[in-house]
């Protein structure tokens, strides 16, 4: 499974974007805009890939040097324009990797993509700075704005872009299609629907990892005893994913997953709704000494370890910061 066939739901825009390459009339900017796990990210970036791909039709092949690059992340013309305070988008941060950037013209593709994720984060004085790019962008540079939230954009952002809505795709119908496109077990299904937020790609890589069980208690394992582990002996156990063909990154997720789990028990003493059913004693013991910062703290280092290892920062440092700031947050 491949392309966009990996996206369910958001029918209307896929035809929406498919057409547009169909046509030649793609757009110059686009606000995909959709709350968080909506599959913003996934969206943008099949039609990156197919804006890309060397067979030059509305569908990526996943399978051409231009796709393979773009899967890993490694294509010279998709870029991801980085930041690096959490909460905004700094001007400097838009003008090095976008605006000044764009003149440059793309090293092997028709097109040069930008995605800028968590777009609403831009200062108004990076927005301003966006605006001129906006307003006259060279011929082949196609700038993807990735929001929760379109009403943080200047009018005048708005207005020159198409805005695509996204709505949620609900796990349920994820979790229907992994029990009857690959068979496993209703319990595993909800895992994986949920872990992959939207991204049916995802929850398919995830349940037909080698031994889905085996990542899944290594995972367990982990968030259940890190604050006896030493750091070394919790990179081991990373590493060890690796052999089940998982990447780390979504391994991450795994244990972000169990961290939503737990915030959620932990603010509403639900438990049906828990997808780890059977870690509800784990879950409810360390909900009982972790604060609600806590576990904010963890879920969003979680993410920035992500975003470091996409960003190809030293993997032991990136796991170490990791660890000891989870570490730190496992108690009252
Ligand atoms: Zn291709």
Redesign the pocket.
């Known amino acids: 499974m491949s392309g966009w066939d990996e996206v369910i739901g958001h029918k209307q825009i896929v035809d929406h974007l498919k057409k547009a390459i169909e046509t030649g009339k793609v757009g110059h900017s686009y606000i995909f805009s959709g709350e968080k796990g909506s599959g913003k990210l996934m969206l943008a970036n099949t039609f990156a ?1 197919a804006l890309q ?3 030059e039709t509305s569908r ?5 040097a ?2 393979r690059r773009a899967l890993d992340r490694n294509h010279p013309d998709i870029k991801y324009v980085m930041h690096k305070k959490p909460a905004s988008i700094s001007v400097d941060e838009i003008r090095e990797q976008l605006v000044e950037d764009v003149d440059i013209r793309p090293y092997s593709s028709q097109y040069k993509v930008y995605i800028v994720q968590e777009a609403e984060k831009m200062t108004p004085q990076a927005q301003n700075a966006l605006l001129k790019t906006l307003e006259e962008p060279p011929e082949y540079v196609v700038i993807l704005l990735l929001t929760s939230n379109e009403q943080y954009f200047l009018e005048t952002i708005r207005s020159r872009c198409v805005l695509l809505s996204l709505k949620m795709v609900p796990d349920e119908q994820i979790k229907a299609y992994l029990m009857e496109e690959i068979h496993i077990p209703d319990y595993e299904a909800g895992i994986c629907a949920a872990y992959a937020q939207g991204n049916v790609g995802k929850a398919l890589r995830l349940a037909s990892a080698e031994d889905f069980i085996r990542v899944k208690d290594s995972a367990m394992r982990l968030v259940k005893n890190i604050s006896r582990m030493e750091i070394p002996e919790i990179i081991d156990v990373v590493r060890e994913v690796q052999e089940f063909r998982v990447s780390v990154p979504d391994f991450l997720d795994l244990l972000a997953l169990w961290y939503r789990d737990m915030i959620y028990f932990k603010a509403t003493r639900d438990p049906s709704r828990v997808v780890f059913q059977d870690q509800l004693r784990s879950i409810s013991e360390t909900a009982k000494i972790c604060s609600y910062e806590g576990v904010e703290e963890i879920l969003k280092a979680l993410e920035t370890a992500r975003e470091r290892l996409a960003a190809n920062v030293n993997f032991d440092l990136t796991m170490e910061l990791l660890f000891l700031l989870i570490k730190e947050n496992m108690h009252d």
């Open positions: 890939r791909c060397t067979e990526p092949c996943d399978v051409c231009n796709c």
